[in-house]
């Protein structure tokens, strides 16, 4: 092997260990909104607790005794974990564990990211950008022995994942990694394939610049101005336009109870009533709202879709989204966490609705009752399916190139 | 001699059919990154306007209700972008774009673009910023990296200075034959940019200085890479390594330094979680925090306040609506509450972007992405101003309402009304366009790593072209 070889590789590996070094710091950064989590939700039992059952010296209803308002004020904030191999790919996991809570017999995302958005506009380094970008370089132009060249994506993610922290205990995490590594390998076969078909370097640098920068940008481009996302701005406006009539009704039914608050409740009322109504009340706005929300939803997976679809047009932006996929900080996870909190906002609905006729608040013990959400984690089926279409098409890629004649 | 030099490069340059076509290709993808840029910003001023009047429309008409009750339809805020965010939308995609002004909820702008679109967009989004940072410096790598390499390995230079040439001149010959090449492409894309931020967005009073300074910008970090390029061509002693030196530069300046720059700002310092701030702000409310008691307590001060002011000594001999005053109380701690967890969390972000600016010295993609953000008034901290504003705005609006029903409550209590004439006492919320010199000038440190790097990067071409013995010449 020759100087410039070995500067190249060690260079390669150097940088891919620092990424992955990364990453690690990353995911502990991450990781603690996992206990942030755990520790909110305890505060708010606890604090619950406190509140629950209580009878005011002076006769007069309280907050708490309504199941409604102390339901609200327990109701557990949901957010998926910190996924194994984030670290590897850190890609927006920050952007896709948004908050949730259950609200309306339903659940919605309770809290935004309170993220740094300069840096987070500013992207990562990581081992999957490290081979997105960065493998190919070493492949078109590094000198050096084929199978060693084949090897390096693989080998330098074997010893990646488990330094950005994955934990190599589950079953899951080891098909991950296999899944990974093979997608790696399939990736680095391309290129290398691609160096055997062009000899003149800037034609290689040119295939370069077309497939990994040109090619994903104009997809994301074209997605952008033919299928853009939806307008949160739009949904804002027709959101508040579409509660205008019902929040007019509404507030009359509950203007004994100055809309939210039963505390104050006037004389030929009772805090139960309060409750009944405003259980009315917010099925009658959730369904004013719903179906725009949904819209807009359908809108942004379409958008994904089709984006996901133009992707394959790159092999750079295959692999990319297949990596994602296979760390857990894609949008599959994102979407099964939502379905599963929706789930849950329904359970928690009627676990406080099943307490509603007692004709009292909620009593401390009472509260244990309620429903806990636990989290499950993606099924297998969800990641495997993109990241395993990202495997053919990388597969294809290969085999095309495999095809074409040999160029200058 | 030198101008014969730079003409011949000149020549080489539009012969070389892959040259063309890569100057061609790269104007025509910043041309659709404007187009990008242009409907991006047209889609959104066009919703934010409609809503603005949509949202005033619905507010004026939501009938006659309770005033507390008015606070909890509330309304909904936007902020305003500039047009340079057409060239540069910065942390636009990660900045929410809408405040829910709701009684019991926070002022925060919310809804991230960045969440409904795919993940791709972390790996590469067209704008014509991008173009500037990352696509024009490979294309600078393409046309740099033969410039020195190749004579040396044809044996050209040494006939060259065999015949009396002299280095410094075969090495500004290919500067200024090389750099002319590209300065002209990069005026002319970056001038046709700013003529069309301009028409389609309209420049404001200070956008025409904030462009400028941002041409200036880019001028700075583009002659740092093409002098590291140039520098990398007189180091090597091939043009394939010189290609690939090249590209290692431009994977290292352009690709790994700016992501390990914001990693690092975004581990220096934990963000301050969104469930912590409301765990916080839970707790702040419930048990008290500073010099403000718990809520049962602020409550029953408040009620011994109205019956000092007022001279009684029941509940039941009140002239005011109790629950009115309560509201007016508890919203004022919960602005206190919520401005001290935001000046928090705020100081926070702010060390983790001062963390990612003292990288910059290290990386200058980071610096030129804080400036440029900066000047085109898309950075993360010119959006603090529109929340203040929208806390503000949403913090009148309750004490307006509340005071009416404090006020003239009494005897109707919940059923008390307010109808249109009320609600048009609140005027329209109208943020301001976020400021951008004052807010650059306060950017000193990344200037100066783009300065250092302009001037070692143009000392190491100049150092490796004259003064260093060329490898290949060894050989």
């Keep these: ?408 | 001699m030198i101008l014969s030099i730079a003409l011949k490069e000149w020549k080489e340059f539009w012969r070389h059919r892959g040259m063309r076509l890569a100057a061609i290709a790269y104007l025509a993808i910043y041309a659709i990154s404007l187009l990008v840029g242009v409907t991006e910003f047209g889609r959104f001023e066009r919703d934010r306007s409609a809503a603005q009047t949509g949202l005033r429309e619905a507010w004026l008409t939501q009938g006659t209700k309770n005033p507390h009750a008015a606070t909890h339809f509330g309304t909904v805020a936007f902020p305003k972008r500039s047009a340079l965010s057409i060239l540069e939308p910065g942390a636009l995609p990660y900045l929410g774009v809408a405040a829910y002004l709701r009684s019991g909820q926070r002022t925060g702008f919310v809804d991230l673009p960045a969440r409904d679109e795919s993940p791709l967009f972390g790996m590469i989004r067209l704008s014509p910023s991008f173009c500037w940072r990352v696509l024009f410096p490979f294309l600078i790598v393409l046309l740099t990296y033969s410039a020195l390499a190749r004579d040396r390995e044809t044996g050209m230079e040494r006939y060259l200075l065999a015949v009396g040439s002299n280095r410094a001149t075969l090495i500004f010959g290919k500067t200024f034959g090389v750099g002319l090449v590209l300065l002209g492409t990069f005026l002319v894309a970056f001038g046709f940019g700013g003529l069309v931020a301009s028409l389609a967005g309209g420049f404001a009073e200070e956008d025409t200085s904030a462009w400028l300074l941002l041409g200036l910008f880019y001028l700075l970090f583009m002659g740092t890479v093409f002098f590291l390029a140039l520098a990398i061509s007189g180091l090597a002693s091939s043009s394939r390594q010189a290609l690939t030196g090249g590209l290692a530069m431009w994977v290292l300046v352009c690709v790994a330094l700016p992501g390990l720059a914001a990693d690092y700002g975004r581990v220096s310092t934990a963000s301050p979680s969104a469930v912590e701030l409301s765990r916080i702000a839970e707790l702040d409310l419930e048990k008290g925090f500073d010099e403000h008691p718990s809520r049962e307590a602020r409550l029953e001060s408040t009620l011994n306040l109205l019956f000092k002011e007022l001279g009684v000594g029941r509940r039941e001999e009140l002239t005011v609506n109790l629950a009115g005053f309560n509201f007016i109380a508890e919203a004022e701690v919960e602005s206190v509450s919520e401005r001290r967890r935001l000046g928090q969390a705020r100081r926070t972000l702010m060390e983790q972007t001062a963390a990612m600016e003292r990288a910059s010295v290290l990386s200058p993609a980071t610096a030129l992405d804080l400036l440029s953000s900066t000047l085109a008034g898309t950075s993360a901290a010119q959006q603090d101003r529109a929340v203040d504003a929208a806390h503000t705005y949403a913090h009148g609006l309750r004490r307006i309402l509340n005071r009416e029903l404090a006020a003239k409550g009494k005897g109707l209590g919940g059923m008390m009304t307010g109808d249109r004439q009320l609600w048009s006492q609140i005027d329209s919320f109208d943020p301001d366009v976020p400021e951008k010199a004052a807010a650059a000038a306060e950017r000193s440190r990344s200037i100066t790593s783009l300065l250092i790097w302009f001037t070692v990067a143009m000392l190491a071409a100049g150092t490796v072209g004259l003064v260093i013995p060329q490898l290949g010449e060894k050989a």
């Design chain 1, 1 to 408: 092997m020759s100087r410039n070889s070995l500067i190249s590789l060690s260079a390669f590996f150097l940088l891919s260990l620092a990424a992955a070094w990364n990453g690690r710091r990353m995911r502990e950064t991450m990781q603690q909104l996992d206990m942030q989590v755990a520790l909110a939700n305890q505060q708010r039992l606890e604090m619950g607790k406190l509140n629950a059952g209580f009878v005011s010296l002076e006769g007069r209803p309280r907050l708490e005794d309504s199941v409604v308002a102390l339901g609200e004020k327990v109701a557990p904030w949901m957010a998926p974990p910190t996924p194994g191999l984030a670290g590897a790919a850190i890609g927006q996991t920050a952007l896709r564990r948004a908050i949730w809570r259950p609200a309306g017999g339903s659940a919605e995302q309770g809290l935004e990211v309170f993220e740094n958005a300069q840096t987070m506009a500013s992207g990562s380094f990581d081992l999957a950008l490290m081979l997105v970008f960065v493998l190919p370089l070493v492949l078109l132009f590094a000198p050096g022995p084929g199978m060693l060249l084949l090897g390096l994506g693989p080998l330098v993610s074997l010893i990646g994942i488990p330094l950005a922290g994955a934990p190599l205990t589950s079953a899951d995490s080891w098909l991950r990694i296999a899944v990974w590594v093979l997608l790696s390998g399939l990736y680095g076969r391309f290129w290398l394939l691609v160096r055997q078909r062009v000899s003149a370097y800037w034609v290689s640098a040119a295939v370069y610049v077309s497939l990994v920068l040109l090619v994903p940008a104009m997809v994301t481009a074209i997605a952008g101005l033919v299928v853009p996302p939806p307008s949160r701005v739009k949904l804002a406006q027709q959101t508040q336009e579409a509660l205008r009539p019902v929040m007019e009704k509404t507030s009359r039914e509950l203007a004994p109870f100055y809309e939210s608050h039963p505390e104050y409740v006037e004389a030929g009322h009772t805090v139960a009533q309060y409750d009944q109504i405003r259980l009315r009340a917010e099925a009658e706005w959730r369904a004013a709202v719903a179906p725009l929300k949904q819209e807009a939803e359908d809108r942004a997976v379409f958008h994904r879709r089709v984006l996901d679809m133009l992707a394959k047009l790159s092999p750079a932006s295959t692999l990319y989204l297949a990596l994602l996929e296979t760390a857990g900080s894609g949008v599959s996870r994102q979407e099964e966490f939502e379905a599963s909190a929706k789930a849950f906002g329904q359970k928690w609905a009627a676990g406080l609705q099943a307490r509603m006729p007692q004709g009292h608040g909620l009593r401390p013990a009472e509260l244990d009752q309620l429903p806990r959400f636990s989290y499950q984690e993606q099924s297998t089926v969800s990641w495997l399916t993109p990241a395993g279409i990202g495997l053919v098409v990388l597969g294809l890629w290969g085999i095309a190139v495999g095809f074409a004649k040999r160029s200058v």
